[in-house]
Nanobody
């Protein structure tokens, strides 16, 4: 019954901003850890940002200071605010989640549930 539904992808110019949203449902008491991953053609899926209740956040070095992961007060939606976007940020972005706490916030092995992926394209 766990579902992750992503939205907010699109195409922007270098230096622009986008906000991705992931509506999460099906976890008991809506208690979960969540993260954003991305995958460019020919490359491995990499962790971008992760969040765990009470444990804070974790970011990949490549996006620190530019991206922010957050959760709404009702714990229904996970966001990724992306600022100062670069062409190298172009990828399919995936939302991921797992019940409760996870051992590593931006490790794909921490998560059992995944969204369908949304495209983000940044042009020069």
């Amino acid at each position: 019954q766990v579902q992750l539904v992503e939205s907010g992808g699109g195409s922007v110019q270098s230096g622009g901003s986008l906000t991705l949203s992931c509506v999460v449902s099906g976890f008991p008491n809506n208690f979960y850890s969540g993260a954003w991953f991305r995958q460019a053609p020919g490359k491995e899926r990499e962790g971008v940002a992760g969040f765990s209740p009470g444990a804070g956040t974790r970011y990949a070095d490549s996006v620190k200071g530019r991206f922010t992961i957050s959760q709404d007060n009702a714990r229904k939606t996970l966001f990724l605010q992306m600022n100062s976007l670069k062409p190298e940020d172009t990828a399919m972005y995936y939302c991921a989640a797992n019940v409760g706490y996870v051992p590593a916030l931006i490790d794909r092995r921490s998560y059992d549930h995944w969204g369908q992926g949304i495209q983000v394209t940044v042009s020069s």
